[in-house]
């Protein structure tokens, strides 16, 4: 069964793990926007349908946290994987079942888990 495209919106500051990450969705399937930071991705957001955000938790300037915050704001339904290599607190990323933490460094596999999911 294949599995159904979805609108995925990958916010990350360090431009070879947002490219590397980027690539990793489109193999499977996903339509991708890119973002550096924050605010390019409120921008997209506003721009069109998104399904998922993905976004690095340590963002320079407004956190990938507070980014959510904002993004949920706009978009209540969209669901949002947090992406690090650091260990956050759980008050840092919620712990409802739209939300998922993502480890770095991460493969395929962890990534299609973690889509599964949040949706």
Known sequence: MQAV???I??????PLIRLNTAELLQDLGHIVVEAGNAEDAMEALDAGPVDVII???GLPGV?????ASMARK????VA???ATGAEPGP??????AASYLLRKPFGAADVAAA???VR
């Not at 008050?91 to 409802?96: R, T």
């Open 5 to 7: 495209a979805l609108a």
């Open 9 to 14: 919106l990958l916010v990350e500051d360090d």
């Open 55 to 57: 976004t690095d938790l």
């Open 63 to 67: 956190s990938g946290a507070d980014f």
């Open 74 to 77: 706009a978009k209540p339904d």
């Open 80 to 82: 949002i994987v947090f």
């Open 91 to 96: 008050d840092l990323i919620g712990n409802d």
């Open 115 to 117: 889509l599964q999911a």
